[in-house]
């Protein structure tokens, strides 16, 4: 029964708030943005609030990723393939078109590399950021900063709201838990990279960002980060955005 609702035309019909305890206090969050139809200095009341904005204006069409029971468990399997460590959310409810019936809440992507905010997403998106740290943040850490990766540092996860917090327009891909900010990376030696503007700067971070932030571009179908706006100057934007004829934006 509770499965149909997401199959009623196409259309998912739910959302949730994210875990209270998504928010972390020693990772910086990206730059305030006000919230919709919140209090007038972008503040909410509670967690819930801040974490299921109400969305009532009317939604403009728009292609949203549907549920297969099957589908979530064949990804789940090859995520823990990898080492990944997660455990399988309750559904995530809330208003608009916002929701997931099954988010998985992720805690490390293989046996090195631990994910911090305590992220709800889609095995989807929980699988594509466990290759790209595999294939590309892992060898490419080693390469520039000659340590091992540890961490990769994580803010806003499902968060129902409109893309860039508009008044209107369509709901952000973090409303369908098929997105993420990626803050920084966190280092074997406790070092961290944070994601920054770094346009000029000869220094191996630079490289080291540049190169995470291209290899995304493989695993995700938007990547937006510093010099995409100010809103996207301090962290990494990755979701699975669904697009007409397989179109990634990698900004």
């Not at 098929?178 to 966190?186: H, I, K, P, R, T």
């Not at 571009?217 to 937006?224: D, G, M, N, R, S």
């Amino acid at each position: 029964m509770f499965l149909s609702r997401f199959a009623l035309s196409g259309v998912l019909l739910l959302a949730a708030a994210a875990s209270p305890t998504s928010a972390r206090t020693d990772v910086p969050l990206p730059r305030p943005k006000p919230q919709l139809d919140g209090p007038a200095n972008g503040k909410t009341n509670s967690n819930a609030e801040k974490n299921n904005a109400v969305v009532p204006a009317p939604v403009p069409k728009q292609t949203v990723p549907t549920f297969d029971l099957a589908a979530a468990k064949k990804c789940e399997a090859a995520l823990r393939s990898l080492g990944a460590k997660f455990s399988v959310g309750e559904p995530l409810v809330g208003e608009s078109l916002c929701g997931w019936p099954r988010p998985l809440k992720l805690k490390a992507l293989d046996k090195q590399v631990q994910v911090t905010g305590d992220p709800q997403v889609r095995c989807e998106v929980a699988l594509a950021l466990a290759q790209w740290s595999a294939r590309v943040v892992r060898p490419t850490a080693k390469l520039h900063l000659d340590d091992e990766l540890s961490k990769i540092l994580i803010s806003t996860s499902y968060q129902c709201r409109r893309r860039n917090n508009a008044a209107t327009g369509k709901i952000s891909e973090h409303g369908f838990a098929n997105g993420v900010d990626v803050m920084g990376f966190e280092l074997k030696d406790q070092r961290r990279v944070m994601i920054a503007p770094r346009t000029g700067s000869v220094e191996p971070e630079r490289a080291f960002q540049a190169a995470v932030r291209g290899g995304s571009c493989a695993y995700f179908t938007t990547v937006l980060g510093p010099g995409t706006d100010a809103a996207h100057a301090s962290h990494l934007h990755l979701d699975l955005a669904i697009r007409r004829g397989g179109y990634r934006l990698c900004q």
